[in-house]
């Protein structure tokens, strides 16, 4: 006999914007732990014979009845629904299915959103009946019920309290909060992290997001990043390396060093392996310390909304079906990709397309949306995604870019042998010119002092600008940064401030500088973290063709849009021309900057 589905709605207003209410609701894993559902145990990805992706998960309800099913994809559009389905293997149901949608209600100024939730339960037997009475339906009303209680945080607040009292080492987490203070951070910094560490949930202690804490504390990224990096060293916070793939972006592994990495990994979800390369596959994760505190980050879903942000939009589209996503405003590069095929295909905010045995096919069909037919012989999962990479994700590129990060962790290097591709890096070299006249003129002990003391000029403004010192050599000086304006603007910094300086210890020194971006290779080269490669040689040449006073940079990085509008208005000189680099096939178009009366630029 087959026993009726029962099917629940629950509507409901609350005094927050969309945006807000997505964030809290849509967040699966921290809203399953905070109305305390079960953990979840995930097995990797599986294919039906349709060739839908799915994962097997198993539980225990109310920690003592197993369970396990099929966890299909989740679908949504970011900021107006989602839905999630579980196909039963075993226990009293055969398939539960969750929608959540977001309705803008404001009146006035005040924003409201409206949700509505809509859930069907398909019992198997008449224990099924009383599982859903016993267990589905008050986890229902704790999901709309999550946003009773929210309040716009005070900056200096961490996220909503857990329920559960949080085991916290008060006495070490008040000594070591003392020690970081002592460090160059910000005192508001020091205190909001000691609040953050003894408030906040388990998930929110077990996955310390620098982006969310700088939202949180209305504080700079940069700033709150250096923050945590001396909070790591003070042993509050520890930090851990994921290799993440750089298409569905989500974690493959984890290590505690550099050293461990592997030069390559394969995701089960989409089917690839790939190289790990430092600016899209490696990242860096903070946690409190467990000596300060007993965190653990439980799974209870994969896959959905806020564990993925990048993914704006999500559908599983049977085969022969026809699927709309809305526009996306704004004219940030998209992408439609396939899960498991991982086939992709660059779009703009609207369009038609279909998708083949062979592929994507962009029609010539006017729309206002993103149509999309499934034209193949089996089902597909379907992403609109954001196409780069999201500038506040601290990849390893960054991170090993900033100073702190060297001065701090000196011994983070990559394994012997060991080579990382970087997709994208700067790498800057300064030259004192003049230098052998300085040493036959002064003598070998006068000369060291005087370039000693301008190393560190120099080692102040690329630290100032979230580069960092790679090496010295002889007197000349290569920095690396993550951002190409951020190493430009060092760069003129450097040159502005040189008189000052020389004026300061009573010097003449005069100094040629040199950038140049594009890929290198990072290893290890005696225990430091090095860049080689092109990029490396070019830079170096580059800076050669420079005189006193003068920043020379490729015309690539003159034309990136970043490093155009720091140059605007700033009183420079600018000249185009081509040169023939020693060791360098073919001529290299170059751009000379120098300065006039130049606005002081500097960051922070």
């Known amino acids: 006999m087959t026993l009726k589905s029962k099917h629940y709605t629950i509507e409901k207003e609350y005094p927050v914007d969309r945006q807000t209410a997505w964030e809290q609701l849509a967040d699966n894993n921290r809203l399953n732990d905070a109305i305390g559902l079960f953990p979840v145990k995930f097995q990797p990805n599986k294919t039906e014979a349709t060739g839908l992706i799915y994962r097997e998960a198993a539980a225990k309800v109310m920690r003592v009845v197993p369970m396990t099913w099929k966890s299909l994809p989740f679908e949504w559009q970011e900021l107006e629904y989602y839905t999630t389905e579980r196909q039963y293997l075993d226990g009293p149901l055969n398939y539960y299915i969750l929608t959540l949608e977001f309705f803008e209600v404001s009146e006035g100024e005040k924003p409201r959103t409206k949700v509505r939730l ?57 000594s070591l909060s003392k020690q970081l203070t002592k460090y160059p951070v910000a005192p508001e910094f020091a205190a909001r992290l000691k609040h953050y560490l003894n408030n906040s949930t388990e998930q929110d202690a077990a996955e ?25 060293k003070t042993g509050l916070l520890e930090l851990s390396w ?63 909304p806020l564990i993925t942000p990048h993914v704006i939009a999500q559908r599983i589209v049977r085969a022969g079906q026809a ?24 779009i703009g905010q609207t369009g038609a397309f279909c998708y083949t045995a062979s592929g994507w096919v962009e029609s010539s069909q006017e729309t206002a949306d993103i149509a999309i037919v499934n034209d193949s012989e089996k ?17 390893a590129a960054k991170v090993t870019a900033m100073q702190e990060f060297r001065d701090l962790f000196s011994s983070e290097v990559l394994a012997p042998g060991q080579k990382i591709a970087i997709g994208h890096v700067t790498i800057l070299f300064t030259d004192l010119k003049g230098s052998t006249a300085l040493y036959e003129e ?35 000086v290569m920095a690396v940064f993550s951002k190409p304006a951020d190493g430009v ?10 008189d000052a300086f020389n004026a300061q210890t009573h010097d003449t020194l005069l100094l040629r500088v040199g950038l140049f971006s594009g890929p290198a290779i990072a290893v290890n080269s005696n225990d430091r973290l090095d ?18 006073g003068e920043v020379i940079i490729s015309r690539a990085l003159f034309e990136q849009p970043d490093v155009a509008k720091l140059l605007e208005g700033q009183g420079l000189s600018i000249e185009s021309f081509t040169a023939e680099l020693k060791g360098i096939e073919g001529e290299q178009a170059l751009v000379r900057l120098r300065m006039h009366e130049m606005a002081h630029i500097e960051a922070g």
């Open 442 to 476: 002064s003598g070998d002990a006068n000369a060291y002092g005087r370039v000693r003391r301008h190393f560190d000029f120099l080692t102040e403004h690329i630290k100032q600008n979230s580069g960092s010192v790679v090496k010295t050599i002889g007197d000349a």
């Open 208 to 232: 310390i997001v620098p982006k969310n804490l700088a939202k949180l504390w209305n504080m700079p990224m940069d700033e709150v990043l250096r923050g945590m990096l001396y909070a790591t």
């Open 379 to 395: 089902d597909i999962v379907v992403a609109l995604e954001y196409a780069d990479w999201s500038k506040e994700t601290v990849t």
């Open 489 to 498: 603007r060092a760069a003129l910094a450097i040159q502005e401030k040189l």
């Open 242 to 304: 994921h290799v993440i793939c750089p298409n569905c972006r989500v974690s493959k592994d984890n290590h505690r060093s550099l050293s461990e990495l592997e030069q390559s990994f394969h995701c089960d979800l989409c089917g690839v392996a790939y190289d790990a390369n430092f600016d899209q596959s490696v990242e860096l994760h903070f946690s409190v310390h467990p000596t300060v505190r007993t965190a653990y980050a439980e799974v209870y879903c994969v896959g959905s």
């Open 531 to 548: 860049y080689f490669g092109r990029t490396v040689n070019l830079a170096a040449r580059v800076q050669g063709q420079g005189d006193a």
């Open 118 to 174: 809509t859930a069907e339960f398909s019992p198997k037997n008449v224990l099924g009946y009383v599982g859903i009475q016993a267990t589905g339906v008050p986890a229902l009303k704790k999901i709309m019920a999550f946003l009773d209680d929210y309040q716009p945080q005070q900056i200096e607040q961490a996220p909503r309290t857990n329920q559960r009292a949080p085991k916290v080492n008060t006495e070490q987490l008040e």
């Open 323 to 346: 699927v709309s996503f809305k526009p996306v405003a704004g004219h940030t590069p998209m992408r439609l990709r396939v899960l498991q095929l991982n086939d992709q295909i660059r």
